[in-house]
């Protein structure tokens, strides 16, 4: 029997040293792996929400209208956009509760109210759904998101949010004003997930033009 032992031992040995010296698929790296560990990680992940609407492209004029909204404070163009995404979803299923992304201290220092609140509480107003004001908590200072890469975004973001809801069994809608790789809604759909909620759909103003970040399984309608 230990004579067969030996070659297989052998074969293994170069098996696994072949392993290890093989090269990532991906970035031609020398690597341990098929696919590295940076590569690995940098893959696009599927969302936490389920679903997502946006009612208009982050393109020229629209793009205009939501800086003028979120930076000089025109609350009547933000009750506009809000009225533009209501329309958009109106048919959709009907959320039990709609909540929105939390600002940093800092933003609403500056800004004086949060933009995606804003929009989130006249939805709610004219869809008739409850939106919970203080439905998610931040409870980490992270930097501005402009400029950042996606993986760069969500490492930005990781145990940024928190929500004290239960949301067992619940439809939550998360509304925001853009979308642009979607690592604030992840984050955000993360945490209500994980307080139970059932179904996360994830509704914005305007979403960048450009590929889905994240794969197939979730249709965004614009």
Known sequence: MLIFEAPRLSFARRLLAA??????????????????GDCASALPAPPQFDDATAAFSYAFPVDRLVL???????????????GALAERVRREARPDLLVAPPSTRERLRRRGFNPALEIAKSVGRSLGVRCAIDGLDRIRETIPQPGLARRERERNLEGAFDCRLALDGLHVALVDDVMTTGATANAASNVLKQRGAARV??????????????????????
């Open 19 to 36: 392993c290890l010296d093989q090269d990532c698929a991906l970035c031609g790296a020398t690597s341990g792996a098929l696919v590295c």
């Open 201 to 222: 759909s994830l509704w914005v103003v305007a979403r960048t033009p450009g590929g889905r970040p994240f794969g197939d399984r979730t249709e965004l309608h614009v």
């Open 68 to 82: 003028r909204f979120k930076y000089a404070g025109d609350l009547a163009i933000g009750h506009w956009l809000a």
